[in-house]
């Protein structure tokens, strides 16, 4: 199993972002997909995520501002974000919640290796 992530790098204040990831390789299925972030002096943190069923969740900071979308026949997630601001700045981590089989007895997670966003005017 692979989290291939794309977008990121630098973004002018106020700007729009695309990150797109997608989870490749044998699995069963692929319940959660989620972007999550580390900024300056921060904790991971989540950003978004949506279940199979387009469930999503946001982290406060990007509410309103930042959406999800799912394509669950290519098993991949796409954020938008927009007027992103200078605490906008940081790693960003595809997550996975993956049952490698219908047969396994719990869900595994996976982690993207992490795509640089940065902010600045």
């Known amino acids: 199993v692979q989290l291939q992530a794309s977008g990121g790098g630098p973004v002018q204040t106020g700007g729009p972002l695309t990150l797109s990831c997608a989870a490749n390789?044998?699995?069963?299925?692929?319940?959660?997909l989620a972007w999550y972030r580390q900024t300056s002096g921060k904790e991971r943190e989540l950003v978004a995520s949506m279940t199979r069923g387009g469930s999503a969740e946001y982290g406060e900071s990007v509410k309103g501002r930042f959406t999800i979308s799912r394509d669950n026949a290519r098993r991949t997630i796409v954020l938008q974000a927009t007027n992103l601001k200078a605490e906008d700045t940081g790693v960003y981590y595809c997550?996975?919640?993956?049952?490698?089989?219908?047969?396994?007895?719990?869900?595994?997670?996976?982690w993207g290796q992490g795509t640089l966003v940065t902010v600045s005017s």
């Open positions: 390789g044998p699995f069963h299925s692929v319940p959660i």
């Open positions: 997550y996975a919640e993956i049952w490698l089989t219908r047969h396994s007895a719990r869900s595994m997670e996976y």
